[in-house]
């Protein structure tokens, strides 16, 4: 066993070796060093904004919490465990130079479970909340320096979005209690952000919500009671650090290379 990782550790060596080899001999043969051969092709080739490049975007987070006599506005959490996860993908196509179409699509799901204390009961009490958001947009961008590695974009989409929450407390070994929520979300908004490719088709961006229009429907059903119903508009301009979203992008397609 120790052998045959042994020769798959040099053949992996070796193709590397010969990879960097033939590229300073294509380099030299040019009459460039490898360094100066990639300056010129960013400087002269690399075009990422350009028209029928494909965009592709991911973002994922996780987040586990351990919850022991922590405090909330109407109950405190005497031990619980809160866990959620957030998914998004992202795609797009340059319909034009620095001018893209694209379509967002997020998941997320948050769990709780533990024993809380809601004056004046303790109870035992478990929350599931499901979610997702569709957000067709466009996207131009301008760029910063000379080879476009660095780039400021806007962003205008119209979000559409749906959660459902359903929550149990349990008191007293048998009584039960349900509430059953429902939220629809609609937003248009813009969202400026910088672009920035590390190498050639990976890039890292950072985005703000800067401005938008949100509708909002919250519905609340408690156990066998009438359904209540919220309705909620504002529009919103601020600048929050806190609310920067980070991801990595990938591009691909032609005019990646000429």
Do not use: C, W
């Amino acid at each position: 066993m120790n052998k045959a990782i042994l020769l798959s550790l040099f053949l992996f060596l070796s193709l590397i070796s010969n990879a960097q080899n033939k590229m300073e001999l294509d380099s030299l043969e040019d009459g460039f060093t490898p360094y100066e051969l990639l300056s010129s092709y960013y400087d002269e080739s690399f075009k990422p904004f350009k028209k029928g490049k494909i965009y592709l975007g991911f973002a994922f987070s996780l987040e586990n919490k351990k919850l022991e006599n922590t405090n909330y506005l109407v109950q405190q959490v005497i031990d619980g465990d809160r866990s959620e996860f957030d998914l998004s993908l992202k795609g797009g196509y340059y319909t034009g130079d620095y001018g893209m179409v694209g379509l967002n699509v997020s998941y997320h799901h948050m769990q709780f479970e533990g024993t809380i204390f809601r004056s004046p009961d303790t109870l035992q009490s478990q929350s599931i909340s499901r979610g997702f958001e569709i957000t067709p947009n466009f996207r131009s961008s301008v760029p910063l320096t000379p080879n476009e590695r660095l780039s400021f974009y806007t962003l205008i989409g119209v979000t559409f979005g749906m959660d459902n929450t359903l929550s149990e407390d349990l008191k007293n070994v048998d009584e039960i209690s349900r509430v059953y929520e429902t939220d629809y979300n609609l937003r248009l908004g813009i969202s400026p952000g910088i672009t920035f490719f590390a190498m050639e088709n990976f890039a890292f961006e950072v985005q703000l919500n800067l401005l938008g229009y949100e509708l909002q429907v919250h519905q609340t059903r408690v156990d066998k009671m009438d359904e209540s119903k919220e309705i909620r508009q504002n529009v919103d301009f601020n600048i929050n650090i806190l609310s920067l979203q980070l991801g990595l992008a990938y591009y691909f397609g032609k005019g990646t290379k000429k």
